[in-house]
């Protein structure tokens, strides 16, 4: 059975920093390139950040690129995502998601395997 955690999420205030995890299980890890998404009230889910099989190329959406860091550790079968200079507009369930491709897709909510999401709450 796949499973995909997500955990790290919380209240912050604007600017702060948050780090989300997602530990992956039932299936062959480093086949798979991560993404994750993110779905705020009353918004469709959007892409946030991905990461290829190896982690060496990573890809970000315009409004978190520069802030956001997307990582994996294939050893662990975890995949990080590191959201510095948060903003109000930041807010809403996070969520990880496993494809076997193609890679073209990434940004489309369209993967195999999806975790249960993190709320993340930007707010002073």
């Known amino acids: 059975q796949v499973q995909l955690v997500e955990s790290g999420g919380g209240l912050v205030q604007p600017g702060g920093s948050l780090r989300l995890s997602c530990a992956v299980a039932g299936l062959t890890f480093s086949n798979y390139f991560m993404g994750w998404f993110r779905q705020a009230l009353g918004k469709e889910r959007e892409f946030v950040a991905a990461?290829?099989?190896?982690?060496?190329?990573?890809y970000y959406a315009d409004s978190v690129k520069g802030r956001f860091t997307v990582s994996r550790d294939n050893a662990k079968n975890t995949v990080f995502l590191l959201m510095n200079n948060l903003r109000p507009e930041d807010t809403a369930v996070y969520y990880c998601a496993a494809s076997r491709g193609p890679l073209s897709q990434l940004r489309l909510p369209e993967y195999d395997y999806w975790g249960q999401g993190t709320q993340v709450t930007v707010s002073s």
């Open positions: 990461v290829s099989l190896s982690g060496v190329l990573t």
